[in-house]
């Protein structure tokens, strides 16, 4: 139970939010046909990111354990 409540409090992090929220409007946006060349430059860098920062902090973990 302990680790079900670490994933949720981590997937209500702003940043995790901000990424869902802004991965929605983009399949709004996609299934519409109406994404922008602005878009997708601001959605990229996002992504990019948020899965860097997830990447960098999982190998930091990683790396504490050892």
């Known amino acids: 139970m302990d680790l ?9 992090t ?6 869902l929220i802004l991965t929605a ?12 060349q602005d878009f ?3 959605y990229a860098v996002i992504i990019s990111f948020y ?8 190998h930091e973990v990683r790396e504490e354990r050892k």
């Open 25 to 36: 409007v983009f399949a709004v946006l996609a299934f519409r046909g109406e994404i922008q």
């Open 4 to 12: 079900f409540h670490k994933r949720i409090s981590r997937l209500l």
């Open 40 to 42: 997708m430059t601001i």
């Open 51 to 58: 899965f860097g920062t997830q990447s960098q902090e999982d």
């Open 14 to 19: 702003v940043k995790s939010l901000v990424t």
